[in-house]
T-cell receptor, first 115, second 113 residues
Framework: NAGVTQTPKFRVLKTGQSMTLLCAQD?????MYWYRQDPGMGLRLIHY???????AKGEVPDGYNVSRLKKQNFLLGLESAAPSQTSVYFC??????????????FGPGTRLTVT | DQQVKQNSPSLSVQEGRISILNCDYT??????FLWYKKYPAEGPTFLIS?????DKNEDGRFTVFLNKSAKHLSLHIVPSQPGDSAVYFC????????????FGTGTRLTIIP
């Protein structure tokens, strides 16, 4: 099993450009998450999904959109990138509540720089 | 409003000694707590967790203690090894682990050989 994979690993954007980050998991997990990590801020939840076709806002959703068209994939989009979106982005997944497993499995991260 | 706080950004410990990482929380609805370990250029990996119905959970060299009245938890690593050098994140959840995670800001642990 590859676990959780993220594409791309690195990206540099100019202000105003758009891009999509792809997250894929092969563990058949229902729940998927997008976080950003900034120095001194820990991991903050951007958006999450509890199943195919459903998404919800997290703590810092502004400037981002997401889609979950397939169970195994969760896409994070930046429509018009801003320097404040320079960060490391992590995707995570977990089984649905009630299964007895509470941990989230994380991907390796995408380092995004917006100039 | 930081609901989960790790007040020590960094900690250095001699190899073989005990490492103690601390975490405080303010939301009384949190009832499940997890520790994650993160190496540079990698994603966080789950280390150990504890439910509020317990005050201690042990897994090998790692023990997590929970003091509900003080809203405080700590991670003990004994003995500390060079491979333990990493950033450690505390995370909290409600509904016994079934809610979203709220993460602390992390503590960078350095084990000195």
């Amino acid at each position: 099993n590859a676990g959780v994979t993220q594409t791309p690993k690195f990206r540099v954007l100019k202000t105003g450009q758009s891009m999509t980050l792809l997250c894929a998991q092969d563990m058949n997990h229902e729940y998927m998450y997008w976080y950003r990590q900034d120095p001194g801020m820990g991991l903050r939840l951007i958006h999450y999904s509890v199943g195919e076709g459903t998404t919800a806002k997290g703590e810092v959703p502004d400037g981002y959109n997401v889609s979950r068209l397939k169970k195994q994939n969760f896409l994070l989009g930046l429509e018009s990138a801003a320097p404040s979106q320079t960060s490391v982005y992590f995707c995570a997944s977990r089984t649905r509540p009630g299964t007895g497993s509470y941990e989230q499995y994380f991907g390796p991260g995408t380092r995004l720089t917006v100039t | 409003d930081q609901q989960v706080k790790q007040n020590s950004p960094s900690l250095s410990v001699q190899e073989g000694r005990i490492s103690i990482l601390n975490c405080d929380y303010t939301n009384s609805m949190f009832d499940y707590f997890l520790w994650y370990k993160k190496y540079p250029a990698e994603g966080p990996t789950f280390l150990i967790s504890i439910s509020s119905i317990k005050d201690k959970n042990e897994d090998g060299r790692f023990t997590v203690f929970l003091n509900k009245s003080a809203k405080h938890l700590s991670l003990h690593i004994v003995p500390s090894q060079p491979g333990d050098s990493a950033v450690y994140f505390c995370a909290a959840s409600g509904n016994f682990g079934n809610e979203k995670l709220t993460f602390g800001t992390g503590t960078r642990l350095t084990i000195i050989p």
